[in-house]
């Protein structure tokens, strides 16, 4: 029979066994509270390069934005660093496709990223060739893709282990992304709750332990979303251009963080999730300004700065006023950059009478100086290379695109009409034609399909005193009568929901085979920008 203080001793032994295995292994996950920094950047647009390099920018650049991000992740036991979209657009797309921008976030640690619109804005073989740069996942659940290179790359979902953790991450895009890019027939968007539902049952069936959505579809639906899908622990968002953070619950009364890091990388948001038993008990944002370089980034980025340097430089000609591209104005009313633009179409086919472009294909968001004008500001501000084409339009659908362009204004109290109005970059810079928008008539909404109109649901009565310039001078605009049209291919293919011009053009519109930056960078070279006409095209009251 044992001794008392034999038995004392086994149990001292096993007791001293179980404190040893319990120190020896850490808890599971999903026992203890976790604590989970996600690093942001929203819509970067190719503002990848260090203050200055494109004049007028002064956003930090990638290389700050990696090296601020490396010093808060070596502090943090888990952390991400993602990409809500639009990372790609303007020259620096144009010039290099996509090589700098997804190089130099591989190399700056990103670890996903989802697409947004821009990112087609030379359409789905444009994206496919950036695509292929990218060292780390691209995610969308919503995207039905047909180009081989892209349905390769793009996938619903991804895991990310860190330690014992498993993260899922799933991507989504605006529903309206067809409306809006030149994506091609080869892209579908589809619901994002059902796509969403799909993901995430698809990640808890892989037993992660936290599920974060990647959105590129902006503030409204990204709520949408919380409140109709459960299962989400946090929407990193973009899309607005807005520094956002709010809490929504979903349908099992969870806390959802939703949170965008405004635009430009000009802010790296850091969304702070504690969570216990795989649900958020507490959560922080906030977004702090990148500083400083990181020279594995800086070095990816060497040869593109000094190709791009290059280019810009390209001299063109000269112009003695400011031009002013800043958002507020090329869509809130008549920009003397759309004239300038619109003109030179005109000046460039003597056949025809009126010329449009929309507010969204003119870029560059700030004042441009007067003196030299290069290769590559031109380029900044007219970055897409879209072709021009002439449209046959009765005065009737030119009302009618008015009408379209004048509910692109968003005024104070409009939002109560049913239906969907076209996006601000709808709103249409004109020559040729000048007319009155009264913002307290009813604005134009509708349902679409796609680019096309399902139904009218308010005809709009925003548009009044519409004259066309003749060659004797100007006279109203006549309903039945046929007028030519120089647009944009994107307004030809019904783009920011211009079906009107779209339905004139026809689906086998024939192009011009003149990029819209040519007779612009003409006008300029010869000298003929001239102010005269500017001003009192569309007057607003």
């Known amino acids: 029979m044992m001794s008392k203080r034999y038995t004392l001793l086994i149990a ?35 503002r990848i390069f260090p203050p200055g390099i494109i004049e007028g920018v002064e956003s930090p650049g990638l290389s700050a934005i990696a090296e601020t991000a490396n010093i808060i992740r070596a502090e943090e036991d888990y952390s991400l660093l993602l990409s809500s979209g639009d990372d790609l657009i303007g020259a620096p797309y144009s010039l290099f496709h996509g090589e700098p921008e997804y190089r130099g976030m591989t190399r700056a640690g990103y670890d996903a990223v ?64 067809c409306s809006i890019a030149p994506t091609g027939p080869g892209i579908t968007v589809t619901d994002p709750c059902v796509a969403a539902e799909e993901a995430i049952r698809s990640l808890r069936n892989a037993d992660v332990d936290v599920i974060i959505c990647l959105s590129h579809m902006g503030e409204a639906e990204d709520t949408r979303l919380a409140e109709n899908v459960a299962g989400i622990h946090a929407i990193i968002g973009g899309h607005d251009h807005i520094v956002l953070q709010k809490e929504v619950r979903d349908p099992e009364n969870r806390i959802v963080p939703i949170v965008q890091a405004g635009q430009y990388g000009d802010d ?73 633009i619109t003109d030179a179409w005109r000046d460039w086919f003597p056949e025809a009478d009126i010329a449009f472009i929309n507010g969204g294909s003119i870029r560059g968001d700030r004042v441009f100086s007067p003196g030299p004008v290069s290769w590559g500001m ?8 879209s072709e021009l084409v002439l449209v046959q339009m009765t005065g009737g659908e030119i009302r009618d695109s008015l009408e379209i362009s004048a509910s692109a204004l968003r005024i104070s109290g409009d939002e109560i009409f049913p239906g969907e109005r076209p996006p601000t970059g709808g709103f249409l810079q004109v020559s040729g034609i000048r007319f009155t928008i009264d913002t307290e008539g009813d604005p134009f909404t509708g349902r679409y399909e796609g680019k096309s109109l399902a139904e009218l649901m308010t005809p709009g009565r925003r548009v009044s005193r519409i004259e ?29 929901g211009h079906y009107a011009i779209a339905e004139a053009a026809g689906s086998e519109y024939v192009g011009t085979t003149v990029r819209d930056i040519d007779p612009v960078i003409v006008s300029v070279k010869w000298e003929q920008v001239e102010r005269t006409g500017w001003g009192g095209r569309i007057q607003i009251k």
């Open 12 to 46: 001292a032994v096993i007791i001293g066994m179980i404190l040893f295995a319990a120190l020896s292994f850490p808890q599971p996950v999903q026992e203890r509270e976790i604590h989970l920094a996600i690093l942001t950047t929203s819509d970067l647009q190719s």
């Open 268 to 340: 790296l948001g850091i969304l702070r999730l504690t969570l216990s038993d795989r649900e958020v008990i507490n959560w922080s944002f906030e977004v702090i300004k990148p500083k400083g370089e990181d020279a594995a980034v800086s070095a990816v980025l060497a040869p593109f700065i000094t190709a791009y340097e290059e280019e810009m430089k390209k001299p063109v000609g000269e112009i003695s006023f400011p031009l002013d591209t800043r958002k507020m104005i090329v869509r809130g009313g008549e920009a003397e950059v759309g004239d300038l």
């Open 468 to 496: 066309v310039l003749e060659a004797r001078g100007w006279e109203e605009m006549k309903e039945d009568q046929c007028y030519t049209v120089v647009v944009n291919s994107w307004l030809a293919s019904g783009g920011d």
């Open 378 to 385: 031109m380029q900044e501000i007219l970055p897409f290379g």
């Open 114 to 177: 989802c697409p947004g619109n821009h990112e087609f804005g030379f359409g789905e073989s444009g994206y496919a060739r950036a695509a292929g740069y990218a060292g780390f996942p691209i995610v969308s659940a919503n995207m039905i893709v047909t180009n081989e290179t892209l349905s390769h790359i793009i996938k619903p979902w991804e895991i990310i282990g860190q330690d014992e953790l498993k993260i899922g991450i799933f991507g989504l895009m605006t529903p309206k992304l």
